[in-house]
């Protein structure tokens, strides 16, 4: 979605703030002993509560609310009646229609007591997803998103899962352009227009590439279990730099 007018702008900021509003009280409710269904009801009832609906129930019929991926998985989960232990590494993606526009928004979270490798993947997650968001301006190349990611990514010896990639969002979940890499790609030769509004989503792992499906038709796993980590914001490029529509405040 390329943003035109102000009411599309407040439309997005709007759902973008209920988005990253639920993502929060999610992540503080994540406790050992709580179950993935229980935190997708929280979930639900604040999604519902401002009138919005679950953007993957509406645009996939996905089987929840919102993705909760309790590790070795770390994306699509499916919430149920597994309960979190401590030390478990979990991701929680949280994406919305609100009144015709669409916001998106995830993180990971490790619940204590923490690993100090799972500590440091999970602060370097946000570093790499804001080393993303730096690379955005209105007339730069799609893929220099992914090159200062992917930059980061080697410099701090960690690997970038390479079959999951960002996306447009704004009128539909996803929306044009398709896929965004989160890797370098130098022969994409799209570039970034002002009001554009997508993701920038990384996937930075302790050692996998790509994640696999399970039986179940959604949950993606890497295959040799590698803790990975998900940090996502939905933002719009302007001329003064990248807007960030998934905040809290």
Same mark, same amino acid.
């Given at each position: 979605?390329?943003?035109?007018?102000?009411?599309? #702008?407040?439309?997005?900021k709007? /759902?973008g703030?209920?988005?990253?509003?639920t &993502?929060?009280?999610?992540?503080?409710?994540?406790?050992p +002993?709580?179950?993935t269904?229980?935190?997708?009801?929280?979930g639900?009832?604040?999604? %519902? #509560? %401002?009138? /919005?609906r !679950?953007?993957?129930?509406l645009?996939y019929?996905?089987p +929840?609310a919102?993705?909760?991926?309790?590790?070795p998985d770390?994306?699509?989960?499916i919430?149920?009646d597994?309960?979190i232990?401590?030390g478990?590494?979990v991701?929680?993606?949280?994406s919305a %229609?609100?009144n015709?526009? @669409?916001?998106?928004?995830g993180? !990971?979270?490790?619940?204590p007591p923490?690993?100090?490798?799972?500590e440091?993947?999970?602060?370097d997650g946000? $570093?790499a997803?804001?080393?993303?968001?730096?690379a955005?301006r209105p007339?730069?190349? &799609?893929?220099?998103v992914?090159k200062a990611i992917?930059t980061?990514?080697d410099?701090?010896g960690y690997?970038?899962?390479?079959n #999951?990639?960002?996306? +447009?969002?704004?009128r539909? &979940?996803h929306d044009?352009?398709?896929?965004?890499?989160?890797?370098?790609?130098?022969?994409?030769?799209? $570039?970034?227009?002002?009001? &554009?509004? @997508?993701?920038i989503? *990384? @996937?930075?792992?302790l +050692?996998?590439?790509?994640?696999?499906?399970g039986?179940?038709?959604?949950?993606?796993?890497?295959?040799?279990?590698?803790?990975?980590v998900?940090?996502?914001?939905?933002l719009i490029?302007? $001329?003064?730099g *990248?807007?960030i529509?998934?905040l809290?405040?």
């Amino acid at each position: 979605m390329t943003v035109e007018h102000e009411h599309e #702008l407040e439309g997005l900021k709007a /759902a973008g703030r209920l988005v990253a509003r639920t &993502l929060e009280a999610m992540g503080k409710a994540l406790e050992p +002993g709580i179950t993935t269904r229980e935190l997708d009801q929280l979930g639900r009832q604040m999604l %519902e #509560l %401002e009138g /919005a609906r !679950s953007a993957p129930e509406l645009t996939y019929n996905f089987p +929840g609310a919102t993705c909760i991926s309790v590790a070795p998985d770390c994306a699509h989960g499916i919430p149920d009646d597994r309960r979190i232990e401590a030390g478990t590494l979990v991701n929680i993606d949280v994406s919305a %229609e609100l009144n015709g526009f @669409f916001g998106d928004t995830g993180a !990971s979270f490790a619940v204590p007591p923490v690993k100090p490798n799972i500590e440091r993947l999970c602060r370097d997650g946000r $570093r790499a997803m804001w080393a993303g968001i730096r690379a955005v301006r209105p007339g730069a190349k &799609l893929n220099e998103v992914g090159k200062a990611i992917q930059t980061f990514a080697d410099k701090n010896g960690y690997s970038l899962v390479t079959n #999951l990639a960002s996306h +447009g969002v704004g009128r539909s &979940l996803h929306d044009d352009p398709a896929e965004i890499p989160t890797w370098w790609e130098p022969g994409d030769r799209r $570039r970034i227009h002002e009001g &554009l509004v @997508f993701t920038i989503e *990384p @996937f930075l792992s302790l +050692g996998a590439d790509w994640v696999e499906e399970g039986d179940d038709g959604w949950t993606l796993t890497p295959p040799g279990h590698e803790p990975t980590v998900q940090y996502e914001h939905t933002l719009i490029a302007t $001329r003064r730099g *990248p807007v960030i529509l998934t905040l809290a405040a």
